[in-house]
Nanobody
Framework: QVQLVESGGGLVQSGGSLRLSCAAS????????MGWYRQAPGNQREWVAA????????HYVDSVKGRFTISRDNAKNTVYLQMNSLKPEDTAVYYC????????WGQGTQVTVSS
């Protein structure tokens, strides 16, 4: 089973930026779409962004459009999430998975945005 390891989270002030990475233990180039998800305290996990395998078409939840950018490097088995103009409501644990989510979940990476 492919293992996913997320990294890059941290504590930033409102308006700041972070770049998250998700490294897979083996190739996920055959997976049609990869995505990022997040879970804030007391909330259900929600989908944030997705990117398709071949053409690299991207989709975003409305709340992050224009601020977040998802990308993937199939050669490195890595998916990225560039997060700009961060807001306190972006505070959550961020995870990657296929889109829709069918793989085991990694440990996630904590993103905390202070006001």
């Amino acid at each position: 089973q492919v293992q996913l390891v997320e990294s890059g989270g941290g504590l930033v002030q409102s308006g700041g930026s972070l770049r998250l990475s998700c490294a897979a233990s083996e190739s996920f180039s055959s997976i049609d779409a990869m995505g990022w998800y997040r879970q804030a305290p007391g909330n259900q996990r929600e989908w944030v962004a997705a990117i398709t395998r071949r053409i690299g078409i991207t989709h975003y939840v409305d709340s992050v459009k224009g601020r977040f950018t998802i990308s993937r490097d199939n050669a490195k088995n890595t998916v990225y999430l560039q997060m700009n103009s961060l807001k306190p409501e972006d505070t959550a644990v961020y995870y990657c998975n296929s889109a829709p989510a069918r793989m085991g979940w990694g440990q996630g990476t904590q993103v905390t945005v202070s006001s």
